[in-house]
């Protein structure tokens, strides 16, 4: 009885004297040399372990079939009493699910997506950088350079003043000097394709991006002029400094890829006008070389970006009716 209770004293007193810690490493971890060691704390497990990144590969993988059924939603063919019922409204502009419609896999784009993308584009690099070094005409311009070539000899070269213009290219209108602009593209649809100009203001050069470049009419070679011709009278207005004698422009068929169908034409023109800048960056050209498969990825990132727009007016409205509100990342 006295050893077995002078054994249980001695092992309560060296408990009161000692942290729990420190019980624990005498009764689990004894060093090989009669030492206590404390217990080493285990490193975190890794942010990216297996099982997280399967967790994302799920999300991924939600998120992608939302933004499918969001597509299919907004490009499915509208009723007639659908047609004029907004999906995208905001910078002043807006698409109804007739326009909206045209972004369908194999489908034309209209007028009015193009002068959307390009308003979009603008405003949102505006926002990002305080400034725009890329300016985007609508439709509107080229239709005007159109109209005017078709008029009769006398009147298709007259010279043009800047009443003729204004709307396009004074400051008080668009917020920012044209002229300062790295670059100014011109979208244009003309025997229903279509292509864009891009002029090079310090350079005074006017590419001509076409995707079917290969097949240039007689008609087409006759605008592409006329273009010229009125880029260079423009460049006379937007810069007080210079005059008809020294703003001679040089015109170039840039090499870009050659569309693969007869529908895409307006998707490639949305392309030039996001990223084109004149740099041969993909191999010997100007721009990537899509597969029919990356051009309807296009057309899906572009359409579900502008309808989940924080700016977009009707963002909740279409995303409910879509029933994806809340599902997507």
């Given amino acids: 009885m006295g050893r077995k209770s002078k054994r249980k004293k001695a092992s309560s007193t060296a408990g009161a004297g000692s942290s729990p810690e420190t019980v624990m490493s005498e009764a689990i971890e004894p060093s090989s040399r009669g030492t206590i060691r404390a217990t080493e704390k285990k490193p975190p497990l890794p942010l990216d372990s297996s099982s997280t990144k399967q967790v994302k590969q799920d999300v991924n993988k939600i ?3 939302m933004l499918i059924k969001l597509y299919n939603f907004c490009t499915r063919r509208p009723k007639a009493n659908e047609e004029l ?3 995208v409204s905001m910078f002043g502009v807006h698409l109804n699910r007739r326009d909206i419609y045209t972004m369908k896999p194999k ?3 209209s007028n009015m997506v193009i002068l959307a993308a390009g308003k979009i584009m603008m405003e949102e690099e505006k926002e990002t950088n305080g400034t725009v070094t890329r300016h985007i005409f609508s439709p509107q311009f080229m239709n005007k350079v159109k109209c005017d070539l078709n008029l009769s000899n006398e009147d298709s070269h007259k010279t043009w003043c800047i009443d003729d ?5 004074l400051p008080s209108k668009l917020g920012y000097e044209i002229y ?19 002029l090079e203001p310090k350079d005074k ?11 240039f009419s007689t008609s087409k070679k006759n605008l592409d002029d006329a273009t010229k011709r009125r880029f260079e009278e ?3 207005l937007m810069n007080p400094g210079s005059t008809k004698e020294n703003v001679s422009i040089t015109l170039v068929y840039a090499d870009v890829p050659r569309q693969k169908n007869i529908h895409d034409c307006g998707i ?20 990537p070389d899509y597969e029919y498969k990356e051009m309807v990825q296009f057309r899906q990132s572009l359409l579900c970006g502008w309808v989940q727009h924080p700016r977009n007016e009707v963002r909740e409205e279409i995303l409910k009716a879509a029933g994806v509100w809340g599902k997507l990342s």
């Fill in 85 to 87: 019922s907004v999906v």
């Fill in 205 to 215: 050069t006017l590419y001509v991006l076409d995707s079917m470049h290969d097949k």
């Fill in 63 to 65: 998120s992608q079939s």
């Fill in 268 to 287: 490639y023109v949305l392309k030039y006008m996001e990223i084109w800048d004149g740099s041969v960056k993909w191999q010997d050209k100007t721009m």
């Fill in 165 to 169: 213009v204004s709307v396009f290219i």
């Fill in 180 to 198: 300062q602009c790295k670059l100014i593209f011109a979208p244009t649809i003309f025997e229903e394709h279509w292509s864009c100009y891009v």
């Fill in 107 to 109: 489908g034309w784009v």
């Fill in 234 to 236: 423009l460049l006379v």
